[in-house]
């Protein structure tokens, strides 16, 4: 049984029988895929990025724009997970 939360801007927030799940609703910001999430019970969250390659400073800034991004929507996660409970 699934139930889901309500999530984020990119990502749908799913309690399964084996935990917590990030479920990518937008599949890309500039050219990078948000990848699918798993939250442990000790509270890490894994996760998978794709190999990019960056060949350019203006290609690294974007970059570090997309992990501030997954950042800011991991831990609004986090926090409607542990409000759940």
Known sequence: ???NYKG???YTL???ENGWHGDPEVYSWQWF????LTF????DCRFELE??????ASDL???REFLTI???EIEELRQQIDAVG
């Open 51 to 56: 190999a990019e390659a960056i060949d350019t």
């Open 40 to 43: 442990t019970d000790d509270g």
């Open 33 to 36: 895929n948000f990848p699918d």
């Open 70 to 72: 997954l950042s800011n």
């Open 14 to 16: 799913t309690k399964t």
């Open 61 to 63: 800034y974007e970059y």
């Open 8 to 10: 984020t801007e990119h």
């Open 1 to 3: 049984m699934n139930n």
